[in-house]
């Protein structure tokens, strides 16, 4: 299969690997290229619907005022032009698996050989005016452009308000809890009470963090409590309206703004597109990440379920799956055996509380402290630097 491709490579033709979805196991790909260049003959095409991606791990950091926005998000024209690639900027919303293209919302298909698709989950906001009346954490970047609004809405309103968030998991705690950070901060300083603000926390379950230890949740139950946030446990949203949500024992709840971070899903292009996908349509793949019904096709990231393999998705997961990822679509380009791979069954959480202190979450183990949030500090700040400042080829 490699000379194949140096022999398409002196007709003048190209083998195409379009990446599609700016995630965070496409910037491992994206570097890896840039690093080692593909082999001779082999076209790299990127495509996003943002020019930026906002690395998770930041996000609460960012909403708290920690960081600013060009510090959480990474630039992707300046990564592809290190690896070589050429950059798409639209939405995908379609897959023609038969003819091997990618259909975009306003531009023309994008033709593949080999397609890799880390494009993250979007909204599960199926729930009556939830898709009107919430803002959703999820997809990331769209949260990260309506929180400047949400954030002016709240400054300016003269009343007693609440700001509610949807959804016990990590996800949900840290939004709540930076929110809070940086509502109490600014109102601080603008002379106002910080007290004028109520925080709710909506989950289904009967407590919060239900995937993590117990020491864990103990330790955020007390956090809760202290900062004052009402938690709404066995309380599933069943109805949203402006300013207001209602519960499923029929109580509406005042809400100036709601935040929402319940289980995530798919698009659901790809189900009609023919690829195998799970019950909740997210694609189904192998434990070397390619499809169960597409050889051509891989996913990781959230947008991925491993068969035999269940694993809460995170960003953590993503950036694991990125090396391996690399490596077999260079083995799928050249036709070589792909690598198989068991993905860690735990994996270190670090989680913020709003202001500079985390928990630190392995398996059993549990410990907090201002410390933990310096060294979550230290990490992400290390991954940023792996993806600012490269130097772009000629």
């Known amino acids: 299969m490699a000379q194949v491709v140096v ?17 965070h196991s496409h910037l491992a790909v994206l570097k890896g290229v ?14 996003s619907k943002s020019v930026v991606t906002p690395y998770s791990g930041m996000l609460p950091g960012m909403i708290a005022g920690h960081y600013s926005p060009d510090a959480s998000h990474i630039e992707l024209p300046a990564l592809a032009r290190f690896a070589g690639a050429r950059t798409v900027f639209d939405e995908a919303v379609g897959l023609d698996l038969e003819r091997r293209q990618v259909l975009l919302r306003d531009l023309l298909p994008i033709a593949y050989d080999v397609l890799s698709i880390d494009i993250g989950s979007t909204p599960n906001v199926t729930v009556p005016g939830a898709a009107d009346y919430a803002v959703p954490v999820k997809p990331i970047d769209h949260l990260v ?10 400054r300016a309103g003269t009343a007693k308000q609440s700001v509610a968030v949807v959804g016990g998991g990590a996800a949900g705690v840290e939004i709540i809890l930076a929110v809070q950070f940086r509502l109490r901060a600014l109102l601080a300083r603008e002379g106002a009470h910080a007290m004028s603000l109520e925080y709710h926390l909506f989950t289904d379950s009967t407590e919060v963090l239900p995937t993590y230890n117990s020491s864990v949740r103990r330790i955020f139950e007390r956090v809760l409590r202290e900062r004052r946030v009402t938690v709404h446990a066995g309380k599933a949203v069943t109805e949203v309206a402006p300013g207001r949500l209602r519960t499923a024992d029929g109580v509406w709840h005042e809400a100036s703004e709601v935040l929402w971070s319940t289980e995530a899903a798919a698009a659901p292009w790809l189900a009609r597109s ?10 189904s793949v192998s434990n070397t990440l390619q499809s169960l019904s597409h050889l051509d096709v891989f996913a990781a990231g959230d947008i991925a379920s491993m068969v035999g393999y269940p694993r809460e998705r995170s960003g953590a997961l993503a950036v694991h799956q990125g090396p391996w990822l690399a490596g077999n679509l260079r083995s799928a380009l050249q036709g070589e055996p792909l690598t198989p791979h068991r993905p860690r069954r735990q994996f270190l959480s670090l989680i913020s509380t709003g202001d500079r202190y985390a928990v630190a979450s392995y398996g059993p183990l549990a410990c907090e402290g201002r410390w933990v949030w310096r060294w979550k500090d230290r990490i992400d700040r290390r991954f940023m630097r792996g993806y600012t400042g490269l130097p772009v080829k000629a």
Not at 34 to 47: D, E, H, M, S, Y
Not at 274 to 283: I, Q
């Open 145 to 154: 452009r309506r929180w400047a609004s949400v954030l002016e809405r709240l």
């Open 34 to 47: 840039g690093v080692a260049p593909l082999p001779q003959g082999v076209r790299l095409t990127l495509i």
């Open 7 to 23: 022999e398409w490579a002196s007709l003048g033709m190209l083998k195409s690997l379009v990446l599609l979805g700016g995630g």
């Open 274 to 283: 023919g690829l195998a996908v799970d019950r909740a349509g997210f694609v």
